[in-house]
């Protein structure tokens, strides 16, 4: 059983940057997919960023502002945000599965990102 626990959530004024961690225990995250997800009060849970072993993918709004990332070594996937909006806030959460991109098998608990404007 594979746990995901996020941090480095928090208040950041628009057009500032954060970087969020997934630490992972009880599995390798080399053999995983991770990705990374969000989801807004009233929203439905939208797909943020994944990376594969044949490379990364992100939703259409990221626009080149976020970075998604892993060190095997600390088994933690990162996810680094830039040029933050206020549409940004919401509950960031991590992911690790066996499949592709957008089919997930392990979920973190979540981190809030709010964005002031």
């Known amino acids: 059983q594979v746990r995901l626990v996020e941090s480095g959530g928090g208040l950041v004024q628009a057009g500032g940057p954060l970087r969020l961690s997934c630490a992972a225990s009880?599995?390798?995250?080399?053999?995983?997919?991770m990705g990374w997800f969000r989801q807004a009060p009233g929203k439905e849970r939208e797909f943020v960023a994944a990376s594969t072993r044949s490379g990364t993918y992100y939703g259409d709004f990221v626009k080149g502002r976020f970075a998604i990332s892993r060190d095997n070594a600390k088994n933690t996937a990162y996810l680094q945000m830039n040029s933050l909006k206020a549409e940004d806030t919401a509950v960031y959460y991590c992911?690790?599965?066996?499949?592709?991109?957008?089919?997930?098998?392990?979920w973190g608990q979540g981190t809030q990102v709010t964005v002031s404007s």
């Open positions: 992911a690790a599965g066996l499949g592709g991109p957008f089919k997930y098998d392990y």
């Open positions: 009880g599995g390798t995250l080399s053999t995983y997919t």
